[in-house]
């Protein structure tokens, strides 16, 4: 958006070129420097990022005044994001507390096959004890179960890429719990010490070089 604001400002006319990337390991940057993609093949971000931005004004700048006058005193803020978000977290919070549990019931049963014992249960869910109660009576009163049908998948993961900082700060929170400045710093200590590889637990290897202290 601040590029195109600049670029219509000055009411440039010289094509461009824009680079798309998912990633900011070198390898991806690498291959989006070489596939640069014509600049109006994004046309309709550019629309889409100038419409919020207008937005954000007239809901923003404009409502949050307009709330504020009306309610006589203090300072009321609305916003094109911040508004409809909060109200999504009210009304959940309002749904989880005037939350009334219902039990029902399913059937589990237990099979045998070849000799290997494996469990199923009923995708069914009933209301009615006494109905359910029933169902199990018939199931176990004919004593078989047959497989109606049997669906197989292969699925291929490709190995995971190396770490971007965005991807090494939302590792280290999720199993050190560090937050995303406390392990900027320690990666910008280790780069400055001329660490070219940054393994995870970072935390471990940022007490022998850098000499910080974190708890396990």
């Known amino acids: 958006m601040i590029f ?3 670029y219509e400002y000055l ?8 680079l798309w990337i998912s990633s900011l390991t070198e390898k991806a940057i690498r291959e989006g420097l070489s596939k640069l993609q014509p600049g109006n093949n994004f046309d309709g971000l550019y629309l889409a990022g100038r419409c919020r931005s207008r937005a954000d004004w007239l ?3 404009n409502a949050s005044q307009a709330l504020s006058l009306a309610a006589g005193s203090g300072i009321y803020s609305l916003g094109r994001v911040q508004t409809p978000t909060l109200a999504l977290i009210c009304r ?3 749904e989880n507390k005037t939350f ?3 039990n029902y019931w399913q059937l589990e049963i237990l099979l045998r096959k070849s000799f290997v014992d494996f469990k199923s249960i009923s995708i069914q869910k009933w209301d009615d004890p006494e109905l359910a109660e029933t169902n199990r009576s018939n199931v176990q009163r004919n004593g078989r179960a047959m497989v109606v ?4 998948k292969t699925v291929t993961e490709q190995p995971p890429l190396l770490f971007d900082l965005t991807g090494l700060q939302k590792e280290c929170n999720k199993k050190l719990g560090l937050s995303a400045e406390e392990t900027l710093k320690i990666a910008q200590e280790l780069y400055e010490k001329n660490v070219s590889l940054i393994l995870v637990p970072v935390v471990d290897i940022s ?7 974190y708890p396990n």
Request: charged content about 30%; aromatic content about 10%.
């Open 11 to 18: 009411n440039c006319k010289l094509p461009f070129e824009r």
């Open 92 to 94: 959940r919070f309002i």
């Open 100 to 102: 009334t549990v219902q």
């Open 4 to 6: 195109r604001y600049i």
């Open 207 to 213: 007490r022998k070089i850098c000499g910080r202290k």
């Open 59 to 61: 809901v923003g700048i």
């Open 149 to 152: 049908s049997v669906e197989t």
